[in-house]
């Protein structure tokens, strides 16, 4: 009697610990999650402005929310930016080619007056090329791979990726980036893969962008958590 006593006490106690880890892990899970900023909240462009490098198209027919994702037809030149400036932040973003896959990017930084290719730091997102990493602007500098690049009016340092391409086939499937901005140091992801690392960045913070350059491309679960 006395040990089935024992035993039953020691199943609450184990249960009640269980439970009490259970809810310490949400609390953690529930506080991480709400320090997530979601960037693009799947209906519409709220907090991004559009530019466009000529009238040859409105803005609503160059980026555009379709079915839950962003998307853009790739010409002529611009990019999606948002509003707001960032610094300190782990980005993610996810992207797909449903047509035939040319160029794109994600900016970084980026400051100054809108153009076709504003001052920003560039995860590259041409086809088969996701995780190179360019400079672009004036007078923009960064560490990569023991090299110091700087850019001018005429000259967008490129610094190739770490590895082989790991990107999945254009079409259905999508990839995804995940960007870590801490400080002057940037670190790019490609499908969960370390692809480059910049340091000794000139600029910390910025706006973040979507670059159109080329074709269609879509977007979709933007989202930064600061760090």
Not at 22 to 47: V, W, Y
Not at 163 to 178: C, F, L, Q, R, V
Not at 208 to 227: M, V
Request: proline share 4%; hydrophobic share 30%.
């Amino acid at each position: 009697m006395k040990l089935e006593n024992l035993t039953f006490l020691g199943l609450v106690m184990i249960l009640a610990f269980s439970s009490c880890s259970s809810d310490k892990k949400s609390s953690s899970d529930s506080t991480e999650s709400s320090n997530r900023e979601i960037l693009f909240n799947g209906k519409n462009l709220d907090g991004w402005k559009i530019y466009i490098e000529n009238d040859s198209i409105s803005p609503e027919q160059f980026f555009y929310v379709n079915d839950g994702v962003i998307e853009t037809v790739g010409k002529p030149m611009g990019h999606l930016r948002t509003i707001k400036e960032y610094s300190n932040y782990r980005l993610h973003v996810e992207w797909r080619y449903p047509d035939e896959p040319t160029n794109s990017g994600v900016y970084l930084h980026t400051s100054g007056e809108d153009a076709a290719i504003p001052n920003h730091f560039q995860g590259q997102l041409k086809y088969q090329d996701a995780g190179d990493f360019i400079i672009s602007g004036v007078g923009l500098t960064a560490t990569v791979q023991d090299s110091t690049a700087t850019s001018t009016p005429d000259v967008r340092p490129l610094i190739k990726k770490l590895h082989p391409t790991n990107e999945k086939p254009a079409g259905s499937e999508w990839n995804s980036y995940d960007i870590t901005c801490k400080g002057d140091t940037i670190e790019l992801r490609v499908n969960g893969l370390l692809q480059n690392v910049a340091t000794n960045c000139s600029a910390t913070k910025g706006s973040i962008g979507l670059q159109a350059e080329g074709s269609r491309i879509q977007f979709r679960n933007i989202w930064l958590e600061p760090i």
